[in-house]
């Protein structure tokens, strides 16, 4: 399989991560995320929409243990109602504006906008709508509605970033523990199923829906 290295030469600096609910980010992309902490300095911009407070309490603790290696990152937890997002977009959007105002991130995680959670379908719209300049990639949540894709970009893992994702989604989010699906299997599978398609080394990977992206550009065409 050919891999594609963007901005060759200019690294990503800056990344926006977006998740309608408190561990939406870390199922999503968070062993994309540590490889990319790994690998080189990035300044993180956490933003998750909704949660109570002991959601909230999650979110932020989750955070702040992957920004530990992005000194320069920022967190922000909102509290939109779970659940009730498409009734109140008009807030929501609102909250995407003044981010746009605050940042110009060189690569954006959002919900993927095949998702059949109605909260991250809206995340994922706004996403679209807002920053239509950037670097777009929608991860993958699995659950009941059985809305898996075909997702057509892959971040392979080593076996210490797997690990690390899972660990810290069961140890942080303890509201969780007794979903049927919040599990080390549920995340481990998804993992190794999307690391056979894409023959990543250990196994293992991520994946992710980039619906558009140009190769080479540059400020004269």
Request: charged share 25%.
């Amino acid at each position: 399989m050919l891999p594609l290295v963007p901005f060759r030469g200019r690294p990503f600096q800056s990344i926006l991560c977006l998740g309608a609910h408190a561990d939406d980010i870390e199922i999503g992309c968070g062993g994309t995320i540590q490889r990319m902490l790994d690998e080189r300095p990035i300044r993180l911009h956490w933003v998750v929409f909704s949660g109570d407070e002991t959601r909230a309490d999650e979110a932020h603790t989750s955070a702040v243990a992957y920004l530990e290696r992005s000194p320069e990152g920022r967190v922000a937890i909102s509290s939109f109602r779970d659940g009730f997002f498409p009734f109140q977009g008009d807030q929501i959007k609102q909250t995407f504006e003044e981010l746009k105002r605050d940042i110009s991130p060189d690569l954006i995680f959002t919900h993927h906008r095949g998702d059949r959670h109605q909260d991250h379908r809206v995340i994922s719209d706004l996403t679209w709508q807002t920053f239509r300049d950037h670097l777009i990639l929608e991860y993958e949540i699995p659950k009941y509605d059985g809305d898996m894709g075909r997702p057509n970009c892959y971040v392979a893992l080593s076996q210490s970033q797997c690990q690390l994702k899972v660990q810290r989604l069961l140890t942080v989010f303890a509201s969780q523990r007794e979903k049927p699906w919040f599990t080390e299997e549920t995340f481990r599978g998804l993992m190794r199923l999307r690391g056979i398609e894409s023959g990543a080394p250990s196994g293992y990977a991520e994946a992710f829906y980039a619906h558009k992206f140009v190769i080479g550009s540059t400020p004269n065409g």
